[in-house]
Protein backbone atom coordinates (compact mmCIF):
# COMPACT_ATOMS: atom_id res chain seq x y z
CA UNK A 1 0.00 0.00 0.00
CA UNK A 2 1.21 3.59 -1.02
CA UNK A 3 2.22 5.65 2.51
CA UNK A 4 1.00 9.04 2.29
CA UNK A 5 1.44 11.80 4.34
CA UNK A 6 -0.67 14.56 6.15
CA UNK A 7 -0.56 17.99 4.96
CA UNK A 8 -0.20 18.99 8.74
CA UNK A 9 3.01 16.56 9.41
CA UNK A 10 4.52 17.72 5.95
CA UNK A 11 4.32 21.36 7.23
CA UNK A 12 6.09 20.32 10.85
CA UNK A 13 8.73 18.86 8.74
CA UNK A 14 9.77 21.92 6.68
CA UNK A 15 9.20 24.65 9.66
CA UNK A 16 11.63 22.06 11.43
CA UNK A 17 13.78 22.33 8.72
CA UNK A 18 13.71 18.18 8.45
CA UNK A 19 15.49 16.79 6.03
CA UNK A 20 12.79 15.95 3.29
CA UNK A 21 12.27 15.96 -1.04
CA UNK A 22 8.90 17.64 -1.62
CA UNK A 23 8.55 16.19 -5.40
CA UNK A 24 5.71 18.72 -7.38
CA UNK A 25 4.18 15.92 -10.35
CA UNK A 26 2.12 18.52 -11.85
CA UNK A 27 1.86 19.87 -15.05
CA UNK A 28 3.80 23.41 -16.00
CA UNK A 29 0.60 25.31 -15.70
CA UNK A 30 -0.70 23.98 -12.28
CA UNK A 31 2.98 24.67 -10.83
CA UNK A 32 3.03 27.97 -11.98
CA UNK A 33 -0.15 28.98 -10.14
CA UNK A 34 1.23 27.96 -7.06
CA UNK A 35 3.62 25.42 -5.37
CA UNK A 36 5.42 24.46 -2.16
CA UNK A 37 8.16 26.47 -1.45
CA UNK A 38 11.56 24.55 -1.87
CA UNK A 39 9.81 21.90 -4.20
CA UNK A 40 11.11 20.10 -7.25
CA UNK A 41 9.18 19.74 -9.71
CA UNK A 42 8.69 17.27 -12.68
CA UNK A 43 6.46 17.64 -15.43
CA UNK A 44 4.96 13.65 -15.08
CA UNK A 45 1.48 14.25 -14.64
CA UNK A 46 0.11 13.31 -18.11
CA UNK A 47 2.53 10.05 -18.01
CA UNK A 48 1.51 9.18 -14.41
CA UNK A 49 -1.88 9.15 -15.64
CA UNK A 50 -1.69 7.09 -19.04
CA UNK A 51 0.19 4.94 -16.43
CA UNK A 52 3.71 5.56 -18.19
CA UNK A 53 6.81 6.35 -16.06
CA UNK A 54 7.87 9.00 -17.59
CA UNK A 55 10.34 11.69 -16.22
CA UNK A 56 10.44 9.31 -12.98
CA UNK A 57 11.96 6.40 -14.57
CA UNK A 58 15.48 7.84 -14.16
CA UNK A 59 15.01 10.67 -11.68
CA UNK A 60 17.81 10.77 -8.62
CA UNK A 61 17.05 12.17 -5.57
CA UNK A 62 18.73 11.44 -2.06
CA UNK A 63 18.43 8.43 -0.41
CA UNK A 64 18.82 9.70 2.90
CA UNK A 65 15.35 11.21 3.42
CA UNK A 66 11.85 10.67 2.76
CA UNK A 67 10.67 12.09 -0.98
CA UNK A 68 6.98 13.14 -0.90
CA UNK A 69 5.10 13.54 -4.44
CA UNK A 70 2.22 15.91 -4.75
CA UNK A 71 -0.58 16.52 -7.51
CA UNK A 72 -3.51 18.80 -7.07
CA UNK A 73 -5.78 16.43 -5.32
CA UNK A 74 -3.72 13.78 -4.17
CA UNK A 75 -4.66 10.90 -5.93
CA UNK A 76 -1.96 10.64 -9.28
CA UNK A 77 0.84 11.28 -6.96
CA UNK A 78 0.35 8.05 -4.93
CA UNK A 79 1.07 6.81 -8.67
CA UNK A 80 4.11 8.53 -8.56
CA UNK A 81 4.98 7.60 -4.58
CA UNK A 82 4.46 3.91 -5.65
CA UNK A 83 6.83 3.93 -8.44
CA UNK A 84 9.75 5.49 -6.64
CA UNK A 85 9.02 2.92 -3.57
CA UNK A 86 9.34 0.35 -5.95
CA UNK A 87 12.67 2.28 -6.99
CA UNK A 88 14.14 2.05 -2.85
CA UNK A 89 13.06 5.42 -2.13
CA UNK A 90 11.27 6.18 1.13
CA UNK A 91 8.14 7.46 -0.85
CA UNK A 92 5.02 8.81 0.14
CA UNK A 93 1.66 10.31 -1.33
CA UNK A 94 0.86 14.48 0.28
CA UNK A 95 -2.81 13.15 1.04
CA UNK A 96 -5.43 15.43 -0.66
CA UNK A 97 -2.22 17.05 -2.73
CA UNK A 98 -2.13 20.67 -2.54
CA UNK A 99 -5.90 21.40 -1.99
CA UNK A 100 -4.99 19.72 1.50
CA UNK A 101 -1.77 22.32 1.27
CA UNK A 102 -3.86 25.15 1.12
CA UNK A 103 -4.33 25.58 5.20
CA UNK A 104 -0.38 25.09 5.44
CA UNK A 105 1.15 27.93 7.60
CA UNK A 106 4.71 29.06 8.91
CA UNK A 107 5.46 32.08 10.64
CA UNK A 108 8.15 34.70 11.32
CA UNK A 109 8.78 37.64 13.94
CA UNK A 110 8.35 41.00 12.05
CA UNK A 111 11.51 42.99 13.17
CA UNK A 112 10.59 45.97 14.77
CA UNK A 113 12.80 49.97 15.89
CA UNK A 114 9.86 50.10 19.20
CA UNK A 115 10.30 47.79 21.71
CA UNK A 116 7.20 48.21 23.59
CA UNK A 117 5.25 45.55 20.97
CA UNK A 118 6.07 42.35 19.50
CA UNK A 119 4.77 41.34 16.02
CA UNK A 120 4.54 37.70 14.76
CA UNK A 121 3.50 37.20 10.73
CA UNK A 122 1.40 34.37 10.84
CA UNK A 123 1.05 33.33 6.70
CA UNK A 124 -0.70 30.81 4.65
CA UNK A 125 2.33 29.70 2.71
CA UNK A 126 0.45 28.12 -0.52
CA UNK A 127 -2.25 31.19 -0.93
CA UNK A 128 0.44 34.01 0.14
CA UNK A 129 -2.25 35.21 2.89
CA UNK A 130 -0.42 37.14 5.79
CA UNK A 131 -2.23 38.08 9.13
CA UNK A 132 -0.49 39.21 12.13
CA UNK A 133 -0.44 39.03 15.77
CA UNK A 134 0.04 42.01 17.91
CA UNK A 135 1.16 41.44 21.87
CA UNK A 136 2.14 43.92 24.01
CA UNK A 137 2.33 43.86 28.20
CA UNK A 138 -0.05 40.30 28.08
CA UNK A 139 -2.27 41.84 25.45
CA UNK A 140 -2.81 40.73 21.91
CA UNK A 141 -4.30 41.67 18.86
CA UNK A 142 -4.78 39.78 15.76
CA UNK A 143 -5.04 41.33 12.25
CA UNK A 144 -7.02 39.29 9.41
CA UNK A 145 -7.01 35.88 10.66
CA UNK A 146 -7.14 33.33 7.89
CA UNK A 147 -5.95 29.84 9.35
CA UNK A 148 -7.42 28.29 12.08
CA UNK A 149 -7.97 30.31 15.40
CA UNK A 150 -5.92 27.74 17.07
CA UNK A 151 -2.83 28.90 15.49
CA UNK A 152 -3.12 32.31 16.81
CA UNK A 153 -4.27 30.52 20.56
CA UNK A 154 -1.40 28.46 20.44
CA UNK A 155 0.79 31.05 19.55
CA UNK A 156 -0.65 33.85 21.83
CA UNK A 157 0.06 30.85 24.97
CA UNK A 158 3.37 30.36 24.00
CA UNK A 159 3.96 34.53 24.87
CA UNK A 160 1.32 34.71 27.63
CA UNK A 161 -0.92 37.08 26.18
CA UNK A 162 -4.57 37.48 25.98
CA UNK A 163 -6.57 37.85 22.48
CA UNK A 164 -8.49 41.59 23.20
CA UNK A 165 -8.77 42.57 19.70
CA UNK A 166 -9.71 40.87 16.46
CA UNK A 167 -9.14 43.65 13.28
CA UNK A 168 -10.11 42.74 9.31
CA UNK A 169 -9.03 45.37 7.22
CA UNK A 170 -11.66 44.78 4.78
CA UNK A 171 -14.18 42.27 3.38
CA UNK A 172 -11.71 39.26 2.34
CA UNK A 173 -12.34 37.93 -1.72
CA UNK A 174 -9.58 35.19 -1.59
CA UNK A 175 -10.15 33.51 1.73
CA UNK A 176 -12.95 32.15 4.06
CA UNK A 177 -12.44 34.71 7.57
CA UNK A 178 -11.61 32.92 11.11
CA UNK A 179 -12.23 36.19 12.48
CA UNK A 180 -15.98 35.46 14.06
CA UNK A 181 -14.98 31.91 15.24
CA UNK A 182 -11.91 33.61 16.86
CA UNK A 183 -13.84 35.92 18.59
CA UNK A 184 -16.13 33.44 19.79
CA UNK A 185 -13.23 31.57 21.13
CA UNK A 186 -11.63 34.18 23.23
CA UNK A 187 -14.10 36.69 24.03
CA UNK A 188 -12.16 39.54 22.01
CA UNK A 189 -13.93 42.56 20.75
CA UNK A 190 -14.30 42.48 16.97
CA UNK A 191 -13.42 45.38 15.02
CA UNK A 192 -14.43 46.15 11.47
CA UNK A 193 -14.14 49.04 8.99
CA UNK A 194 -17.63 50.69 9.22
CA UNK A 195 -19.77 49.79 5.97
CA UNK A 196 -23.44 48.23 5.34
CA UNK A 197 -21.87 45.33 3.72
CA UNK A 198 -21.78 42.75 6.71
CA UNK A 199 -24.70 40.99 8.22
CA UNK A 200 -23.07 40.66 11.61
CA UNK A 201 -22.45 42.45 14.75
CA UNK A 202 -19.11 44.20 14.52
CA UNK A 203 -17.62 47.37 16.61
CA UNK A 204 -16.86 49.96 14.08
CA UNK A 205 -13.80 51.52 13.77
CA UNK A 206 -13.33 55.00 12.24
CA UNK A 207 -10.68 56.61 10.48
CA UNK A 208 -8.21 58.25 13.06
CA UNK A 209 -9.68 56.28 15.73
CA UNK A 210 -7.01 54.75 18.42
CA UNK A 211 -7.19 51.58 20.58
CA UNK A 212 -4.73 50.81 23.27
CA UNK A 213 -3.22 47.63 23.68
CA UNK A 214 -1.11 47.28 26.18
CA UNK A 215 1.77 50.25 25.76
CA UNK A 216 1.03 49.67 22.60
CA UNK A 217 -1.84 51.45 20.06
CA UNK A 218 -3.63 50.69 16.34
CA UNK A 219 -4.70 53.82 15.12
CA UNK A 220 -7.24 53.42 11.79
CA UNK A 221 -6.88 54.85 8.44
CA UNK A 222 -9.38 54.78 6.29
CA UNK A 223 -7.17 53.44 2.99
CA UNK A 224 -10.38 52.95 0.12
CA UNK A 225 -9.82 51.54 -3.19
CA UNK A 226 -9.56 47.82 -3.44
CA UNK A 227 -12.47 48.15 -1.40
CA UNK A 228 -14.96 51.01 -0.30
CA UNK A 229 -14.08 49.89 3.11
CA UNK A 230 -10.95 48.67 3.59
CA UNK A 231 -8.93 50.45 6.41
CA UNK A 232 -4.86 50.27 7.33
CA UNK A 233 -3.62 50.02 10.57
CA UNK A 234 -1.22 52.27 11.94
CA UNK A 235 0.77 50.16 14.72
CA UNK A 236 2.56 53.54 17.20
CA UNK A 237 4.90 55.02 15.00
CA UNK A 238 6.68 51.65 13.57
CA UNK A 239 4.23 50.02 10.93
CA UNK A 240 1.41 49.94 9.19
CA UNK A 241 -0.80 46.80 8.37
CA UNK A 242 -2.09 48.08 5.01
CA UNK A 243 -4.88 44.75 3.92
CA UNK A 244 -4.88 44.40 0.29
CA UNK A 245 -4.40 48.21 -0.14
CA UNK A 246 -0.42 48.06 -0.69
CA UNK A 247 1.43 45.39 -0.74
CA UNK A 248 5.65 45.10 -0.87
CA UNK A 249 5.73 44.54 -4.94
CA UNK A 250 2.17 46.00 -6.46
CA UNK A 251 -1.15 47.35 -5.12
CA UNK A 252 -4.60 46.10 -4.48
CA UNK A 253 -6.95 45.53 -6.94
CA UNK A 254 -9.97 48.04 -7.60
CA UNK A 255 -12.45 45.55 -9.54
CA UNK A 256 -14.08 42.76 -7.72
CA UNK A 257 -17.50 43.05 -7.50
CA UNK A 258 -17.66 46.43 -9.26
CA UNK A 259 -17.84 47.01 -12.99
CA UNK A 260 -15.50 48.77 -15.37
CA UNK A 261 -16.19 52.65 -14.28
CA UNK A 262 -17.17 51.72 -10.40
CA UNK A 263 -13.62 50.34 -11.05
CA UNK A 264 -11.74 53.19 -12.11
CA UNK A 265 -13.78 55.04 -9.34
CA UNK A 266 -11.90 52.80 -7.14
CA UNK A 267 -8.77 53.40 -8.93
CA UNK A 268 -9.24 56.71 -7.86
CA UNK A 269 -9.50 56.14 -3.99
CA UNK A 270 -6.53 53.87 -3.96
CA UNK A 271 -4.55 56.73 -5.64
CA UNK A 272 -5.61 59.01 -2.73
CA UNK A 273 -5.10 56.38 -0.30
CA UNK A 274 -1.69 55.08 -1.77
CA UNK A 275 -0.37 59.31 -1.54
CA UNK A 276 -1.78 59.34 2.49
CA UNK A 277 0.22 56.20 3.03
CA UNK A 278 3.55 57.50 1.05
CA UNK A 279 3.73 60.23 3.49
CA UNK A 280 4.26 58.08 6.39
CA UNK A 281 7.31 58.32 8.21
CA UNK A 282 9.95 56.57 5.45
CA UNK A 283 11.24 53.98 8.25
CA UNK A 284 8.03 52.82 8.80
CA UNK A 285 7.21 48.85 8.20
CA UNK A 286 4.84 47.83 5.24
CA UNK A 287 2.66 45.02 6.66
CA UNK A 288 0.47 43.73 3.70
CA UNK A 289 -2.60 40.93 3.98
CA UNK A 290 -1.17 39.39 1.02
CA UNK A 291 2.02 38.21 -0.74
CA UNK A 292 2.19 37.00 -4.46
CA UNK A 293 4.53 34.16 -4.10
CA UNK A 294 4.47 30.83 -2.06
CA UNK A 295 5.91 31.26 1.68
CA UNK A 296 9.04 29.65 2.55
CA UNK A 297 9.78 28.59 5.66
CA UNK A 298 12.76 30.61 6.49
CA UNK A 299 11.36 32.91 9.28
CA UNK A 300 11.60 35.85 7.93
CA UNK A 301 9.01 38.40 7.64
CA UNK A 302 7.18 39.40 4.28
CA UNK A 303 7.60 43.35 4.75
CA UNK A 304 9.40 46.59 3.41
CA UNK A 305 9.59 50.04 4.53
CA UNK A 306 7.93 53.16 3.41
CA UNK A 307 11.38 54.29 2.00
CA UNK A 308 11.85 51.00 -0.41
CA UNK A 309 8.19 50.94 -1.27
CA UNK A 310 8.86 54.64 -2.47
CA UNK A 311 11.35 53.88 -4.60
CA UNK A 312 8.68 51.75 -7.08
CA UNK A 313 5.65 53.66 -5.82
CA UNK A 314 6.55 56.87 -6.54
CA UNK A 315 6.76 56.11 -10.66
CA UNK A 316 2.83 55.00 -10.39
CA UNK A 317 1.46 58.00 -9.05
CA UNK A 318 2.91 60.60 -10.88
CA UNK A 319 -0.69 61.37 -11.94
CA UNK A 320 -4.29 60.39 -11.05
CA UNK A 321 -5.47 59.98 -14.37
CA UNK A 322 -2.32 57.61 -15.30
CA UNK A 323 -2.60 55.56 -12.08
CA UNK A 324 -5.93 54.56 -13.06
CA UNK A 325 -4.92 53.58 -16.65
CA UNK A 326 -2.30 51.60 -15.41
CA UNK A 327 -3.76 49.80 -12.77
CA UNK A 328 -7.10 49.00 -14.89
CA UNK A 329 -5.14 48.06 -17.75
CA UNK A 330 -3.30 45.72 -15.59
CA UNK A 331 -5.62 43.66 -13.79
CA UNK A 332 -5.19 40.07 -13.28
CA UNK A 333 -7.48 37.07 -13.80
CA UNK A 334 -10.55 36.80 -11.38
CA UNK A 335 -10.31 34.88 -8.26
CA UNK A 336 -11.58 32.16 -8.33
CA UNK A 337 -14.88 30.95 -6.16
CA UNK A 338 -14.64 34.94 -5.11
CA UNK A 339 -18.32 35.80 -5.42
CA UNK A 340 -19.40 32.60 -3.10
CA UNK A 341 -16.05 33.55 -0.65
CA UNK A 342 -17.33 36.92 -0.39
CA UNK A 343 -20.54 36.19 -0.05
CA UNK A 344 -19.61 33.49 3.34
CA UNK A 345 -17.48 36.47 4.91
CA UNK A 346 -20.35 38.62 4.95
CA UNK A 347 -22.69 36.72 6.41
CA UNK A 348 -19.78 35.70 8.67
CA UNK A 349 -20.94 32.21 7.71
CA UNK A 350 -18.28 29.40 7.50
CA UNK A 351 -18.86 26.78 5.52
CA UNK A 352 -19.42 22.94 7.01
CA UNK A 353 -17.72 21.27 4.26
CA UNK A 354 -14.29 21.36 3.71
CA UNK A 355 -13.12 24.91 3.02
CA UNK A 356 -10.08 24.06 0.72
CA UNK A 357 -12.73 23.31 -2.06
CA UNK A 358 -13.28 27.24 -2.14
CA UNK A 359 -9.90 28.51 -1.31
CA UNK A 360 -7.43 26.36 -3.29
CA UNK A 361 -5.26 28.09 -5.00
CA UNK A 362 -2.91 31.30 -5.15
CA UNK A 363 -4.42 34.88 -4.04
CA UNK A 364 -4.83 37.52 -6.83
CA UNK A 365 -5.20 40.45 -5.05
CA UNK A 366 -2.64 42.64 -6.45
CA UNK A 367 -2.07 44.40 -9.61
CA UNK A 368 2.00 44.37 -10.21
Known sequence: MTKQIEAETLRKWLDTQQPVTVLDIRTDEDRAQWAIPGSVHLNAYEALRAGQPGALADAAFPLDRPVVTVCNAGRVSETAA????????????LAGGMKA??????????????????????????????????????EAAVIDPSVSPDVYLELANRHGWAIRYVFETHVHADHLSRARELVRQTGAALLLPPQQRVRFAFTAIVDGERM???????????????????????????????GDTLFINGVGRPDLHADPEAARQRARALFASLTHLQALRPEMAVLPAHASEPIAFDGRAVASSIAEIEAWLSGWLVSESAFVDRVTARLPPTPPNFARIVDLNEAGEFPTSDPTDLEAGANRCAVR
Open 82 to 93: AMLAERGFDARS
Open 101 to 138: WSLAWNAADVPLQDQSCRVIQVRRTGKGCLSYIVGSDG
Open 212 to 242: SLGRASLTAMHTPGHTNESTSYVLNDTAVFT
